[in-house]
């Protein structure tokens, strides 16, 4: 009895290992598979605040961790735990260069196209068009100039929502969608609610390298657009050109040329122009006064004073 059973022992054991790797890969193709849907339909695998992360990105195009926690309002640790696993599903990309690395700039996260599709699949997201999915396959292989523009933008609007809770921001992305803004678009629209009034403007960041022609071109498609009646669909006020300069002297330039275009034009409505410096912005305060208009660069003054 007990020879038989030793005889036995080796095909019992050989059956069962067979039959529990056989498991194992039935639930790993099982979990696979649920995990696709998870991720496909938003209910289980990506969760809220992971969307929210999401979002964020598509919003502005790139961002840093600490730019993305920052706006959440998350730690950042937490948050690079939320980001890993989205690069492993690949609804996000992220980037680095060895150039990029020795300047010391952190990674850039960017929505993958996949990304795009499974926001496009929630409700709230149904604006998301085909084509925005598809302009996306350059971000992989987007230049370090413009991903250092976009965190620069993407850092002064979070310094500026600190003095102006009520701040609203809206990017390029969001812009797309509605038709009365000029085909030119500003690096961010912004609205301010003060009381019973609201305040709108175009913002834009201008680096030291922005050519002169290009700065000049772009403000002359604003004003030609809002003089030639463009902005009257909204039956609103025409919004106020905000310009943050990379340095000093590139806020002085773009000035003299943000005067030559208006003395070019013969405009039928005033159209104002207000300046300030990324130092500035950085630094700003409760006060919040660091912009000046074009026609009286020695007063300061804060968003809400900024007039049309």
């Known amino acids: 009895m007990e020879f038989r059973y030793l005889l036995y022992l080796p095909l019992i054991t050989t059956v069962n290992y067979c039959y529990y790797s056989l498991f194992l890969i039935y639930k790993y193709i099982e979990m696979n598979d649920r995990s696709s849907i998870n991720i496909k339909d938003g209910r289980s695998t990506i969760k809220q605040p992971q969307i929210d992360t999401l979002e964020v990105l598509y919003k502005y195009r790139f961002g840093s961790r600490k730019l993305i926690a920052n706006l959440l309002k998350v730690n950042e640790k937490t948050l690079y735990k939320k980001l890993i696993v989205l690069v492993k599903h690949g609804l996000i990309g992220s980037k680095l260069d060895n150039k990029s690395k020795i300047k010391g700039l952190p990674v850039a996260y960017y929505l993958a196209p996949k990304g795009l599709k499974f926001l496009q699949s929630l409700e709230k997201h149904t604006h998301i068009t085909d084509k925005i999915i598809k302009s996306s396959y350059r971000d992989k292989s987007a230049s370090e100039t413009t991903i250092v523009h976009s965190f620069d933008v993407f850092s002064q609007i979070l310094a500026l929502i600190q003095p102006y809770p009520l701040l609203k921001a809206y990017l390029r992305r969001d812009m797309s969608r509605f038709s009365y803004f000029p085909k030119t678009l500003p ?18 960041y201008i680096s030291d390298s922005q050519e002169r022609k290009a700065f000049f071109q772009r403000v002359y498609t604003y004003i ?29 330039r773009i000035r003299r040329l943000i005067k030559g275009v208006i003395s070019k034009m013969d405009l039928s409505e005033e159209i104002a122009a207000y300046t300030t410096t990324k130092k500035a912005i950085e630094r700003i305060d409760s006060d919040a006064a660091i912009w000046t208009s074009i026609d009286e660069p020695d007063e300061l003054i804060s968003l809400v004073a900024c007039d049309t």
């Open 187 to 204: 690096d961010a629209f912004l609205s301010l609610s003060d009381g019973n009034t609201t305040k709108r403007f175009f913002f834009d």
């Open 224 to 252: 030609d657009f809002f003089d030639q009646g463009g902005w009257n669909i909204t039956n609103t006020e025409t919004p106020v050109l905000l310009f943050v300069a990379e340095k000093a002297s590139t806020e002085r």
